[in-house]
């Protein structure tokens, strides 16, 4: 019987987790390594509330007590055998407070179900202290639990903690495979979306969401639009530049920095690997007319403004200033 087939790919992953729901000889650590954003995450939850469900041959139920305090829409955790560490925001790392507060309760048998299951996400984003405290728990692991660390970068692993984990390699997962379902969901230029999520489903339906498509269409028109004759007449009379919120900022960068990489791309002739597939005339044109060093700028200036409005600053003034500082460059001397 297929298994937690909304989360795509990682079929042999998916059957060797499936045998560990059975009674028997289980590992008491997993590691879930590969790139970002392929559902290693969403795997490992999606099979923790399996295996503490009573009835996990229902994959799981959903109904039990069990289920009921493992809300994965809704990213509410309040089973008590059931322990998540994850960053506290994007970029942060995981500290000894996080991995301390979790050992406290190595005190407490399972309540409810057999096990006890600890997902640690973005494990390689511990502190060294972490990383240290993680590891005793490992050397001498409490009876009947289960960790599940989940990490995109196997290096950044001290190795003592690697030679205590099976450790699962996920792969990405095919763009066809991300298409087809993007297609079955309905969504528009699925093509597209799969690249945006760099193959990412849940990535690329955030983007359909969002809309993502319409504002790297105002990105594309802005890169065409230099350089500017009147650059603050430009400005003042944007609609866009008035309009976009945190959110819109955000995206509009994103795709900025999508398109600069893609033209960057197509000028190195690696057209295959671009996102923005459905324009590829208009990239071409961009690429004959920009230089690679200025277009590796204007990738810093998307970037450096993307990280600006994360931390706040307001996207009015920072998008005016892309908008300025890109005119500069596309003006200067090759
Ligand atoms: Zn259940």
Known sequence: MPMWDDILGHEQNKEFLARLLQPGNRPHALL??????????????????????????????????????????????????????????????????????????????????????????????????????????????????????????????????????????????????????????????????????????????????????????QALEFLEALPLAQPMRYVASQPWLESYDKQGGLLFTEMLLFLARDVLLWQNGLEEQIYNCDCTDRLRRLAASWPASHLKQAADIAQQAYQAIESNAGAKLVLETVVLKTDILRKEER
């Open 32 to 217: 879930f390594y590969g790139p970002e954003g392929i559902g290693k995450k969403q795997l490992a939850l999606r099979f923790a509330k399996t295996f503490l469900c009573q009835k996990p041959d229902e994959h799981p139920c959903g109904r039990c007590e069990s289920c009921r305090l493992i809300n994965l829409a809704e990213h509410s955790f309040a089973h008590p055998d059931f322990i998540l560490v994850e960053q506290e925001a994007p970029g942060k790392d995981l500290k000894i407070e996080q991995i301390k507060e979790m050992s406290r309760q190595a005190a407490f048998a399972p309540a409810l179900s057999s096990h006890k299951v600890c997902v640690i996400d973005a494990a390689d984003r511990m502190t060294v202290e972490a990383a240290n405290s993680l590891l005793k728990l490992l050397e001498e692991p409490p009876p009947n639990w289960m960790f599940i660390l989940v990490a995109s970068r196997l290096e950044r692993l001290l190795p003592t903690i690697l030679s205590r984990v099976i450790q699962l390699r996920f792969d990405q997962i095919p763009l066809a495979l991300t298409q087809e379902a993007l297609n079955r969901l309905g969504l528009e230029r699925p093509e597209l979306l799969a690249r945006l999520a760099g193959g990412s489903l849940g990535a690329a339906v955030n983007l359909a969401a969002a809309d993502a498509v319409s504002y790297r269409d």
